[in-house]
């Protein structure tokens, strides 16, 4: 058997241009129609937060040709149009992940193809475990900055060319996470009658979970939350102009001492499907909010 080498064409790394996002962008809105400004992207286990969504159109991520597609259970794989509360929103049901295999650039792919099609804003979602010992599982936490440990690390999803008709070389993330959005979303859950954590988000790629050193480590950098996601998004919507709310689901927290038992994915699971309720009147209040100060 011959030997990989750094020339192997299977080793080559792969970005996708202009053309491709646009290629996808139009395909997708021939399968939904149109492709509405505001965008969610839900994290484990919260696909039924749009079960009382009025559905336009759906498609399977399988039917579109070249988008990546998730493969871990509790993200179900398609995107839906449609309104909440009479405004419309495009929603991801999952999202892939850099541990399932795909490079970081299919990983944003979604993201940028939203951004050519016309996206304006978009809601992050996911689990995330709690760093912070004052959250408690089934909390709500607005991210209000995050710390992208893979992304310094080298695997950035900005890596590589850059073509300035989609976003600028160097994008500036001191307000990553838009502080009127924030704004927004702290009212709506006042309006809801949710309590609303804030914190800081820490992302590592996974697929294990972290053990006690890492989480004393995590701890002792700043974070309130880890999870593996999230944070290549963030950074593929704010190349494109795109503003951005980020919202975690602490699904449990995370034991420091070795012997205390760790967290399941089918945890993760239970504890979004029991928070669904509560983002989604968090949602009714949210969306509209976000309509009548401009998308």
């Given at each position: 058997?011959?030997?990989?080498?750094?020339?192997?064409?299977?080793m080559?790394?792969?970005?996708?241009?202009?053309?491709?996002?646009?290629?996808l962008a139009n395909?997708?809105?021939?399968?939904?129609?149109?492709?509405p400004?505001l965008?969610?992207?839900?994290?484990?286990?919260?696909?039924?937060?749009?079960?009382?969504?009025?559905?336009?159109a759906?498609?399977?991520c399988?039917?579109?040709p070249?988008?990546?597609v998730?493969?871990?259970?509790?993200?179900?794989?398609y995107?839906?149009?449609?309104?909440?509360?009479?405004?419309?929103?495009?929603v991801?049901?999952?999202?892939?992940?850099?541990?399932?295999?795909?490079?970081?650039?299919e990983?944003?792919?979604?993201v940028?193809?939203f951004?050519?099609?016309?996206?304006?804003?978009l809601?992050?979602?996911n689990a995330?475990?709690?760093?912070?010992p004052?959250?408690?599982?089934?909390?709500l936490?607005?991210?209000?900055?995050?710390?992208?440990?893979?992304?310094?690390?080298?695997?950035?999803?900005l890596?590589g060319?850059?073509d300035?008709?989609?976003?600028p070389?160097?994008v500036?993330?001191v307000?990553?996470?838009?502080?009127?959005?924030?704004?927004?979303?702290?009212?709506?859950?006042?309006?809801?009658?949710?309590?609303?954590?804030?914190?800081?988000?820490?992302?590592?790629?996974?697929?294990?979970?972290?053990?006690?050193?890492?989480?004393?480590?995590?701890?002792?950098?700043?974070?309130?939350?880890?999870?593996?996601?999230?944070?290549?998004?963030?950074?593929?919507?704010?190349?494109?102009g795109?503003?951005?709310?980020?919202i975690?689901?602490?699904?449990?927290?995370?034991?420091?001492?070795?012997?205390?038992?760790?967290?399941?994915?089918?945890?993760v699971?239970?504890?979004?499907?029991?928070?669904?309720?509560?983002?989604r009147?968090?949602?009714r209040c949210?969306?509209p909010?976000i309509?009548?100060?401009g998308?």
């Amino acid at each position: 058997m011959k030997p990989f080498t750094l020339e192997d064409e299977k080793m080559a790394e792969v970005f996708f241009s202009h053309s491709d996002y646009l290629r996808l962008a139009n395909l997708l809105k021939e399968k939904l129609g149109r492709i509405p400004p505001l965008g969610i992207i839900l994290g484990s286990g919260l696909n039924p937060v749009i079960e009382e969504m009025e559905v336009e159109a759906s498609v399977s991520c399988r039917e579109i040709p070249g988008f990546p597609v998730p493969t871990v259970q509790g993200h179900e794989g398609y995107i839906v149009a449609g309104k909440i509360e009479g405004f419309p929103v495009l929603v991801f049901q999952g999202r892939p992940h850099y541990y399932e295999g795909y490079s970081i650039q299919e990983v944003i792919l979604p993201v940028k193809v939203f951004q050519v099609a016309g996206g304006k804003a978009l809601i992050v979602t996911n689990a995330a475990g709690g760093l912070n010992p004052n959250f408690k599982a089934g909390d709500l936490m607005l991210i209000t900055d995050h710390i992208n440990l893979p992304g310094m690390a080298g695997i950035h999803p900005l890596r590589g060319p850059n073509d300035e008709t989609i976003g600028p070389r160097f994008v500036d993330m001191v307000n990553a996470y838009d502080p009127q959005l924030r704004s927004i979303a702290q009212k709506a859950a006042r309006k809801a009658g949710i309590e609303l954590c804030e914190g800081i988000y820490v992302m590592v790629t996974g697929p294990s979970y972290e053990t006690p050193a890492e989480v004393r480590f995590l701890r002792l950098i700043g974070a309130d939350a880890v999870g593996m996601s999230t944070i290549p998004e963030v950074l593929a919507a704010r190349h494109g102009g795109i503003r951005v709310l980020g919202i975690s689901v602490i699904s449990n927290v995370i034991p420091i001492h070795p012997g205390e038992k760790g967290p399941e994915h089918k945890e993760v699971l239970e504890v979004g499907r029991k928070v669904v309720p509560k983002l989604r009147a968090l949602f009714r209040c949210l969306i509209p909010m976000i309509y009548e100060t401009g998308v």
